[in-house]
């Protein structure tokens, strides 16, 4: 239900009523009882009032000056929609705080008023931006605020927020952790120092002649704009060697900070530049848009979310896309080794599904299996990883990041989207063929493995738990699809977690404290050091990643049912092992419906896997490298018909003459990934 105002009068009756004498009040009840009225009526009719009541008109103008006289507005530039704290979750927490229970401004201020006239935020900004430019002109000009921008205690304010915004920027500019991101200033004389000290000489001009205008000719103006271009190119550079030094939320949130800061000082200078008598009036209403439009972002959480965010998902799919190459299968070798590769990840999982039954025949708590179940999925995982084997659902969220970086990196056109139509081909079958040898493997060694303790103890240890592991697999008397779903983010989340361990490991240079740790040299020496450092490098992110993906799998059932949800997980490589057992269990007598359906499910819950995990790994990764989704369409398209045109190409290894292009894009991509 949309929030409603209780005043019923119209701006006519409000006017008459506050207005027919003059008013010397200062209370803000007659300007929101206005404003609000004027937001259901038509706004040509405020003004026709006006124009016919001149008294009131006069009336209306000494109410305004007297409620805006002596109060400043230095702080609705210098601190609205502009980040405050140094760290995304502080910030995070103001900002939900302010939203329900706004704060206290000092009486004294324009922000005052407009928290208290303006509190709607959106609502009442959308109702500014929708008056015409002639009619806000004319309500500027019979207000008698159309030449606001050359008073003197105007400029004045504008002039003191630059300076604070500058003083702000260059204290957050000068941090180590700033600095440190971009290294090729060093040896320059620093852009923000400089912006200060010809901001110092045009307050001191302006201290001496009030009087003075700012045109775009202007030596000062110029001076400025330079420096200002030179601070930001500071700040691209310092984002731009993220990928190179890796970056922690603490640095991205000061980077954000300080291109707010200049983005603004830029802003308010345009507002000094006046070149010609229509700039006047321009510039004045700029001046109340842009404070009115700054405020009504003060406490917006999906700019915050979207601003912090877009760097460090950025940095996270720039680790997971050089992951993501080595899953792209081109010649019918690469094809074979993927194959093998999961073949070996089947084997795993096979022993790991008999593993997990065998634990749930262990004595102990709900939480003491989550711990048996994390443990299982988590090493074998790493075991998997370690071993160079495969686990086919893995690398949907590595291939996405992949996509997205060639695509982001490509001039977009009819010849681009067919080649990574092909692309997307190669990275199909890839998945394809990773699929077929997790479930050809981890079915039949699931049978090997319980026959064998069979025949080594004389029990069937698969009857107990057969029923359910079958039920498990029927959609219909089962959240298997949710399930699976549920499986899928976990797999996007790991991939998460992998790059950005990765990001974090280059920021804070991990494996160089390693390779030169005086403790290390002098307990087992240099060389010892170096291999663990190389070690460290190359295989840490997929450690972690793959721990914590057997730690999600693990313990979801368990904390499902502590929460009284019926969560779990399916996975189609676990699904595979768990059909073996549930037929053995069975001794192989069930029923052909039941068969078909639990064999079926495996394939869906392998393609529910890889689609969601997949999906939002390559919404994460367009995100992040601000791919204009609406080229997705374009794309979908060239794919499908590429599909129809060339069906084998995306479940066989078949030769291409775009082999050749699409390398290319891949090898270019990788090229940019190490400036």
């Known amino acids: 239900m949309r929030f409603q105002f209780n005043t019923s009068q119209s701006s006519a009756e409000i006017l008459d009523k506050y207005f027919s004498i003059k008013n010397e009040t200062r209370d803000l009840k007659p300007l929101t009882d206005l404003f609000h009225s004027l937001q259901k009526e038509n706004f040509s009719e405020f003004l026709t009032f ?27 530039l210098t601190e609205a929609n502009i980040l405050s704290e140094d760290a995304f979750f502080p910030e995070l927490r103001k900002r939900i705080l302010s939203k329900f229970l706004p704060p206290v401004e000092d009486d004294n201020t324009i922000s005052n008023i407009i928290s208290n006239v303006f509190f709607r935020d959106n609502a009442d900004f959308k109702f500014i931006k929708k008056v015409s430019r002639q009619e806000s002109d004319e ?96 700040i691209s550079k310092a984002f731009k060697n993220a990928s190179k030094y890796g970056i922690s939320g603490k640095t991205n949130q000061s980077l954000l900070k300080i291109r707010q800061q200049l983005q603004r000082i830029s802003e308010i200078l345009e507002l000094l530049v006046i070149d010609d008598e229509k700039d006047v009036i321009r510039k004045s209403k700029n001046l109340v848009i842009n404070i009115l439009d700054y405020k009504s972002h003060r406490n917006n959480i999906r700019d915050l979310f979207n601003d912090s965010t877009t760097l460090l998902s950025h940095l996270i799919t720039t680790h997971t896309a050089e992951t993501g190459t080595n899953y792209i299968t081109t010649s019918p070798k690469e094809y074979l080794k993927m194959f093998k590769k999961a073949s070996g990840g089947g084997i795993i999982v096979g022993a790991l599904c008999v593993i997990k039954m065998l634990y749930a025949y262990v004595p102990g708590s709900e939480f003491y299996h989550a711990f048996l179940y994390s443990f299982n999925y988590a090493m074998g995982f790493i075991m998997i990883y370690l071993m160079n084997f495969t686990l086919a659902t893995k690398q949907p969220a590595m291939t996405a990041a992949t996509m997205a970086k060639v695509l982001s990196e490509g001039k977009n056109n009819s010849k681009n989207y067919l080649d990574f139509a092909h692309l997307v081909s190669k990275l199909f079958r890839s998945q394809f063929i990773a699929f077929v040898g997790n479930v050809l ?79 290390i040299h002098y307990l087992f020496g240099r060389n010892f050091a170096e291999n663990l450092s190389q070690y460290y490098s190359k295989n840490w992110a997929g450690i972690m990643s793959n721990l914590w993906l057997g730690i999600f799998l693990g313990s979801t059932a368990t904390i499902g049912k502590f929460f009284g949800l019926d969560l779990d997980i399916r996975h189609i490589t676990f699904a595979a092992g768990n059909f073996a057992l549930g037929l053995y269990g069975k001794e192989f007598s069930i029923d052909t419906q039941t068969f078909i359906i639990a064999f079926v499910t495996v394939f869906v819950i392998g393609f529910l896997n890889f689609i969601v995990s997949f999906g939002l790994s390559m919404f994460l990764a367009f995100r992040s490298r601000k791919v204009n989704f609406g080229e997705v369409r374009n794309l979908n398209r060239s794919i499908i018909k590429y599909f129809f045109k060339n069906p084998l190409i995306f479940f066989f290894p078949i030769r291409s003459v775009l082999d050749e292009r699409a390398k290319k894009l891949i090898s270019d991509t990788t090229k940019h990934t190490h400036p």
């Open 50 to 76: 006006l124009k016919e009541h001149e008294e009131i008109r006069q009336n209306l103008v000494y109410y305004i000056n007297t409620v805006f006289m002596g109060r400043a507005f230095n702080l609705s």
């Open 139 to 234: 309500l500027f000009r019979m207000l008698e605020i159309d030449r606001m921008i050359l008073q003197p205690k105007v400029k004045k304010e504008l002039l003191f927020s630059m300076n604070i915004l500058a003083w702000r920027a260059i204290g957050n500019a000068l941090d180590v952790d700033v600095l440190k991101m971009a290294p090729e200033y060093k040896n320059f004389d620093n852009p923000f120092l400089a912006l200060q000290d010809e901001l110092d000489i045009l307050i001191s001009d302006f201290k001496k002649n009030q009087a003075i205008v700012l045109t775009s000719k202007d030596s000062h103006y110029k001076q400025i704009k330079i420096y200002l271009q030179q601070c930001f190119a500071f």
């Open 441 to 519: 493997l981890s079915f039949p060694i699931a049978l090997a493995i319980i026959y064998g303790l069979e025949i080594l103890f004389g029990q069937n240890f698969a009857i107990e738990k057969s029923s359910t592991l079958l039920k498990d697999l029927d959609p219909f008397h089962s959240k298997a699809l949710l399930h699976a779903a549920l499986a899928g983010v976990y797999l996007f989340i790991s991939g998460i977690i992998a790059g950005n361990v990765g990001n974090t490991s280059v920021f804070y240079k991990i494996p160089e404290r390693i390779a030169k740790n005086p403790y």
